[in-house]
């Protein structure tokens, strides 16, 4: 049986970040699989990384998604950044949902609310003091989980690869009550109504702690621009990363893990990922995975 899935588009910064910035200290035993997606028949694509539940990077599969070009613009070395003006000026959100990824909370980064206008002025500012001074920090707010789709339904900002059309968990979102019942909508359930169609947009720098996708889900997400490390951990070897209890799992890889409190991290072995802009990647259903915006 296919698990749901859920979808995330994403834009990162184009600046350039040394030695890709996550300082690994986990052991990493190989890497995605890499493949055209234009050439990948839904068969192939479902026999080979589908069934045995296997991440895999596809390329080929975005040029003509209208976020490919009005979120960015030309830069270096065939890169784009992110078009941040547009953002501010066609998609003014009353509020977006951001996470401050200098700041622990529970287990995730502390979250914050802001428009959008001041998340781009924030970051905006933070790029021009390290650009003029040669040195400082980039900004550590990363926007996440903001129900794009949902927000702006009349833009078509991309186009759902054939491997993914089937998305059993967003089209029984799609169909909830909510939407017809102004009184259902008024009584805000967002863990059972809203959907997960995702746009995130970070800096380099900015990351993901460690975790699974919600409900088992699988998912896919495409880099507008920039590049991102996946580091991915097999369902088979989740039990590594928590605590003797089964109760806490480890928030960073790459910080100073406990071994008194889990005492078998060292043990798990990491796939490792870089994705590059106009990537698509697939999480399977299950597998752990921390990710890290490089440039």
Not at 41 to 68: A, H, I, Q
Not at 89 to 115: G, I, W
Request: with cysteine.
């Amino acid at each position: 049986q296919r698990p749901n899935s859920h979808c995330e588009v994403r834009a990162s910064s184009m600046d350039q970040m040394d030695g890709g910035g996550a300082g690994r200290r986990v052991k990493v035993v190989g890497k995605v699989e890499r493949l055209d997606g234009q050439s990948l028949t839904y068969s192939e694509f479902v026999d080979r990384f589908m069934k045995p539940n296997l991440p895999v990077v596809l390329t080929g599969l975005t040029s003509s998604w209208p976020s490919c070009e009005d979120w960015t613009f030309a830069g270096p070395d065939d890169r784009r950044r992110p078009n941040l003006p547009f953002f501010a000026q066609n998609f003014s959100s009353p509020r977006v949902q951001v996470a401050d990824c200098s700041a622990r909370e529970y287990t995730d980064h502390k979250r914050l609310e802001m428009s959008m206008q001041e998340f781009v002025d924030h970051w905006v500012r933070n790029s021009n003091t390290v650009s003029s001074s040669g040195h400082g920090e980039a900004s550590s707010l990363y926007l996440k989980d903001w129900h794009f789709v949902k927000e702006y339904p009349d833009y078509v900002a991309y186009t759902t690869p054939p491997f993914f059309v089937d998305d059993w968990l967003n089209m029984y979102l799609d169909s909830h009550p909510m939407h017809r019942d102004s009184d259902i909508a008024n009584y805000k359930n967002e863990v059972n109504c809203d959907d997960y169609r995702f746009v995130y947009i970070g800096a380099k720098g900015t990351w993901t702690p460690l975790h699974a996708d919600v409900f088992r889900s699988y998912s896919w997400s495409a880099n507008v621009c920039g590049r991102k490390l996946w580091l991915f951990l097999a369902p088979s070897q989740s039990h590594l990363i928590f605590d003797r209890n089964l109760r806490s799992s480890v928030y960073d890889i790459n910080e100073d893990v406990s071994e008194k409190q889990f005492p078998e991290f060292n043990k798990a072995e990491w796939i490792e990922c870089i994705q590059e802009q106009n990537e698509i990647i697939f999480v399977p259903s299950g597998w752990y995975h921390q990710v890290y915006n490089l440039v």
